[in-house]
């Protein structure tokens, strides 16, 4: 695979994370659409062969080696969300069950790999916070903010 598909199927995955959480977000749907086309279009034969010095190609090619390495498991879950999305999209009828299915799995397996995860165990992290302040209930922050309030105001009289 090369360096712009691998691009391509990497907003495609984006695309289809970030719709997945918002459904009713046209916005998110059309990102999706015009990705998923861009990546059809960039795989689609063509009969003529791409300049080798194409310029436009190489600055892609360099951003992608500067911004982000993008390791192996990452680009076979942007290509597996890509082609899933493709094969939905294009499906005789949208509401293909099966080629939706496939698409929210593929995605799914794309947010749970590019979600943040944190070094280490969150009860040891939430050891630590509480050594450096012990967790305080909503009612005696309330009570206490209430107390200075009252404290200012008969100052200020």
Do not use: C
Request: charged share 30%.
């Amino acid at each position: 695979m090369d360096d712009e598909a691998a691009l391509l199927e990497r907003q495609v995955a984006m695309a289809a994370s970030a719709w997945r959480r918002a459904k009713a977000d046209t916005e998110a749907y059309r990102r999706l659409v015009v990705a998923t086309s861009a990546w059809d279009a960039y795989v689609a034969p063509t009969l003529d062969e791409p300049a080798a010095a194409d310029v436009a190609a190489q600055l892609r090619r360099a951003a992608r080696e500067v911004l982000r390495a993008t390791d192996d498991e990452a680009t076979r879950l942007a290509h597996l969300v890509t082609t899933t999305a493709s094969v939905w999209l294009h499906a005789a009828a949208r509401t293909d069950s099966e080629a939706y299915a496939r698409f929210d799995r593929a995605t799914e397996l794309w947010d749970a790999y590019a979600a943040p995860q944190l070094g280490e165990p969150t009860e040891e992290l939430l050891d630590q916070l509480a050594d450096d302040s012990a967790p305080v209930s909503l009612g005696e922050v309330v009570a206490d903010v209430s107390a200075q309030i009252r404290k200012a105001a008969r100052r200020g009289n």
